[in-house]
């Protein structure tokens, strides 16, 4: 069986020639010693802008990934997308003051959220890189992607407000949901095959 071939039949519930593996979080200095050079991902990222370029770098992260997929027999690929390239004098908005009230911070994340832009397209470049090059070396690994966002159980300040103001807990989670979608649809035109949606705190009910 080829790797797709693998994975698809494990998600059908059909019994493949051996288990499908790939690894979910795989960084330096471990990355580092299998590739026999920096891994362009992670605490790897800015030494490869700084030495590459953003593009390049991009690019090498794809690389990068592929290798480690190709040097451990995997057959699925855990990618992330890519940092966006930094911009002088960028505006960030207002600095809002800290709060120790779980609920005013939530207050102010879902006010952050509900003002930001969809992505661009330079978060997602990592994935046109990475089909160019399977398609370069002949090779076919499915894609999982991200689109996580509702929560994990170390967000303190969520969890409480869950609690004491479930109404500002619900816009949180209507505005990730809606933050969420946008990214499948950014995959689903990338051609992606899979996608990570949910948290820890994404709930069983429409």
Known sequence: MT???RVEAAFAHRTPDRTPVFEYVLLSPLADQLLGRPYAVG???EQAVFEMGWERAVHQRAVDQLDLAMLLGHDLLY?????PPLRANEESGPVLPPSSDP?????QRNHQAAQELPPGDEPFLVYAALREEMAR?????PVLAPAYGHGVWTDTDLMQTMMLAPEVAAEHFRLATRRCLGRVERYLDLGVDLYGVGGDFSGQRP
């Open 137 to 141: 070396r002949d090779l076919d690994l």
């Open 3 to 5: 790797s797709r071939e």
């Open 103 to 107: 609920v005013e911070v939530m207050r």
């Open 43 to 45: 605490a790897g990222w």
């Open 79 to 83: 990618v992330v997308p890519n940092p």
